[in-house]
């Protein structure tokens, strides 16, 4: 089966679970679970993130910033690949319901936290598709760590021991398990376009997309998100996705992670009423772009009176002025 007959409706295994409440006994696919995180992540890499860490980002994986906005998305939809494994037992209900031919599979699994088993199932997926793995500090081993971390913490890859595919196998299940992991890998590859593999993955770059996809997670494992979505009618993994990613910016902009864009206009229009900027005011328009373009971001610091309500908001060298008492005296430090 190829990745487009997959995205269809019976096309590929949804019994495994990814999320389940004891109270109204609704178990939700995780192949849905991943496809919904991928799609969150896409919305908090528009919304949430500043256009400096999208280009941190695209420069930590040498891609273009569209490619990497698909690669984000898909690392993010990968982050619980490892909960098909023995995770499937920890709750009787829904390890009922998985497929006859999974369930005849597991041979001699073995029980291990699920951050660490997608690490290590990812990372000769990864290597398969191209992404270097050799070493501590490859592409593919980096993007395995990003995984591992996804609860905060990350994790060695022993790449010669225990990440070993032979061992990998061994704790994760038979051919049927390693076949459907595989299945899901593709297929998330296919649905958020990440086709292209990364030059590198800076340290940076790894820290914001690990979390990107904590965000994503979080917002995806919402009871009121998944619930509703447990309890409707079963849709293919394409048609999920799709609907998933139309609904991604509400549920972005409800949780409060939406950023306000200040519109730029001049400083006598943004404050009615005044002729010009004060000196403080003046002194920082003028010198405030220069020092971000010499030194990158950073911090201001102004030091005024304890009587003035001055305000100044900095963004990315967007200024925004809340003006108080108009002293004479004050001084300014920039980064």
Avoid at 28 to 56: E, I, K, M, S
Avoid at 97 to 118: C, F, G, K, N
Avoid at 308 to 319: D, I, Q
Wanted: proline share 5%.
């Amino acid at each position: 089966m190829g990745v487009r007959e997959d995205a269809r409706r019976g096309g590929i295994d949804l019994t495994p679970w990814g999320k389940f409440d004891r109270g109204a006994w609704a178990v939700y696919p995780l192949l849905f679970h991943l496809l919904d995180v991928a799609a969150l992540a896409g919305v908090v890499w528009d919304r949430y993130l500043t256009r400096g860490q999208r280009r941190l980002i695209a420069a930590g994986l040498g891609l273009t910033l569209a490619e990497a906005r698909c690669l984000v998305m898909f690392i993010a939809g990968l982050h619980d690949l490892g909960k098909l494994s023995a995770f499937q037992e920890q709750e009787a209900y829904p390890w009922a319901r998985v497929s006859d031919t999974l369930r005849a599979d597991i041979r001699d699994w073995q029980r291990m936290p699920h951050e660490r088993a997608s690490m290590h199932s990812v990372l000769h997926l990864l290597a398969a598709a191209g992404y270097p793995a050799d070493t501590s500090d490859s592409p593919g081993v980096l993007v395995a760590q990003i995984l591992g971390g996804h609860h905060g913490r990350f994790l060695q890859v022993d790449i010669n021991g225990a990440a070993k595919a032979s061992r990998v196998n061994l704790a994760l299940g038979g051919p049927a398990w390693q076949d459907l992991r595989r299945r899901y890998f593709a297929l998330l590859r296919h649905l958020t376009g990440a086709t292209v593999v990364p030059a590198d993955v800076s340290v940076p770059a790894a820290v914001l997309i690990t979390g990107i996809g904590i965000i994503a997670d979080r917002l995806a494992s919402q009871r009121h998100y998944w619930l509703p979505k447990a309890q409707a009618p079963a849709f293919g993994a394409g048609e999920h996705f799709a609907q998933a990613v139309r609904d991604a910016p509400a549920v972005v902009e409800e949780s409060g992670l939406a950023r306000s864009t200040l519109p730029q206009v001049p400083f006598t229009r943004a404050h009615g009423g005044l002729e010009r900027p004060n000196a403080l005011q003046a002194s920082v328009i003028g010198q405030l772009t220069a020092a971000v373009g010499e030194k990158g971001p950073g911090i201001l610091v102004v030091t005024d009176a304890t009587v003035s309500s001055r305000l100044c908001a900095v963004s990315e060298g967007v200024l925004s002025w809340g003006v108080g008492a108009d002293l004479d005296s004050h001084e300014e430090l920039v980064r």
